[in-house]
């Protein structure tokens, strides 16, 4: 089975402006769970999505938000970037609720000038 | 979830066992006890986990105590790729099914010497 994938593995982007990045989950996995990992705070968890649907979130702005598709795709938005925003952006996916192992993607990089 | 406890690092010469410990005392009747690692600015990769039984796969093994309030990670065989930064991770069922979030701490690096 392919593992999880995300797009685009780097960005770039400016004070202000909004990203979208992108999460693939593995085949037949229906929850896909998004985290920030940053040099000071580490790996946080941002939420989780399960059957389209926000199944838990973590302590974050409103600013970071997320959907998820009915072939369980997952997209997160951040809007009005700042320069703490710069951090790897992880996807972890899981074939159902619950304490299923959760696999993670290679992360995306996302550099805030 | 219950937090844990590592060692900020570690070492072991190549070949030779790597024996990763883990303190969880606060851990509760229904938390798991997982094994994750970090190759340098890679996505982490799953190892392992328990309840209360030692585990074994083709990576490692698991070792918790019967007081399951600490547990080590078994590298029998240590190469220069095992390498990474190691996370234990304690994980119960969350609320309303949800699937129960990973609460990473800051993990034990190990470093494989040739």
């Known amino acids: 089975k392919a593992g999880v994938t995300q797009t685009p593995r780097y960005l770039i982007k400016t004070r202000g402006q909004q990203v979208t990045l992108s999460c693939s989950p593995i085949?037949?996995?229906?929850?896909v769970s998004w985290y920030q990992q940053t040099p000071g705070q580490g790996l946080q968890f941002l939420f989780e999505?399960?059957?389209?649907?926000?199944?838990n979130k973590g302590n974050f702005p409103g600013r970071f938000s997320g959907r998820q598709f009915s072939n369980s795709r997952s997209e997160m938005n951040v809007s009005t970037l700042e320069l703490g925003d710069s951090a790897l952006y992880l996807c972890?996916?899981?074939?159902?609720?619950?304490?299923?192992?959760?696999?993670f993607g290679p992360g995306t990089r996302l550099l805030v000038l | 979830d219950a937090k844990t406890t590592q060692p900020p690092s570690m070492d072991c010469a190549e070949g030779r066992a790597a024996n990763l410990p883990c303190n969880h005392s606060t851990i509760s009747g229904n938390e798991y006890v997982y094994w994750y690692r970090q190759i340098h600015s890679q996505g982490p990769q799953y190892i392992i986990h328990g309840l209360k039984n030692n585990e074994t796969n083709e990576m490692a093994s698991l070792i918790i105590t019967e007081d399951r309030k600490s547990s080590t990670l078994i590298l029998p065989h240590a190469t220069l790729r095992d390498t990474a930064v190691y996370y234990c991770?304690?994980?119960?069922?969350?609320?309303?099914?949800?699937?129960?979030?990973?609460?990473f701490g800051k993990g034990i690096t190990l470093s494989v010497r040739p």
């Open positions: 972890a996916s899981s074939s159902d609720r619950g304490l299923e192992t959760q696999y």
């Open positions: 085949s037949g996995h229906r929850s």
């Open positions: 999505y399960f059957s389209e649907t926000q199944r």
């Open positions: 991770i304690v994980r119960a069922l969350a609320r309303g099914g949800a699937n129960s979030k990973l609460t």
